[in-house]
């Protein structure tokens, strides 16, 4: 809560024989208990994990007050509670439900980091680094769909897309883009779903500015996905999906090259 926090409002007087009193002066609450999951979730996959095993710790062992663990941990269940804007951790810092999501005391617990903190974390990390990511979320999936379905798939199904994301502000790589009629980035999402289950899961999520045309990046995310799934499921047909914005003679050819099924809108 903060100084501006309502204390008492009396709501509808005229309605009813007694008044109707909201207080709004729990210090220790918080509306993101459905949070929890998430945690249990990642215990199971182990996908935070992974992912912070990516990174590189340059900074002095003596000034450090968050690992980047935590860091990352903060970062992503922000975001996955609608908290995309790292100035939200200012808010959210001494949120109990946010501490517990880190494994820290919801109400002695220390303070999350800062939003300065969270812009540092992010600018630091690297090209190389990234791409170590990506790689271990397309790992922790299909290693995941491997013991659920016992390495046995008859066809497995991988759905590229280009995705406009708005921006806002001076925003380094965002452009304006005409299809989409918007200042924004375009990252290039691939998914995968087995056989007839209805179900797509995020295989791969990469970040592209705004202006690139929607094959950016794609033939190098496909190869080493399509290595990955054969490796884990040898006997399963695999078939490629995907919209317009694909329907070039390289990508036609480099999919027909590959011996891969296709679906390609013209």
Known sequence: MNDKSLTQCLLFPDLFDKPVVARFDQIHGSSDGGAVLLTAADRRLGLLERLAGCLRDD??????????????????????????????????????IHKMLLGRDPIDGETLASQPTLSRFENAVGPRQLFRMAEALADVVIARHRRRLHGKARRISIDFDPTDDPTHGQQQLSFFNGYYDTWCYLPLMG????????????????????????????????????????????????????????ATPEVLEFLDDAGLHFVVAM
């Open 59 to 96: 900074r002095q062992s003596g000034k450090i007050a968050h690992e980047l663990s935590e860091l990352l941990a903060q970062r992503v269940y922000a975001i996955a509670c609608g908290y995309p804007d790292a100035n939200d951790a200012a808010r959210l810092g001494d949120d109990p």
């Open 191 to 246: 998914f995968i779903s087995f056989d007839k289950e209805p179900e797509q899961y995020l295989v791969a999520s990469v970040l592209r500015p705004g202006n690139v045309h929607g094959t950016a990046g794609f033939f190098g995310v496909l190869r080493r996905l399509v290595e990955r799934l054969m490796e884990a499921f040898p006997r399963a047909d695999i078939l490629v999906r995907l919209d317009a914005d694909y």
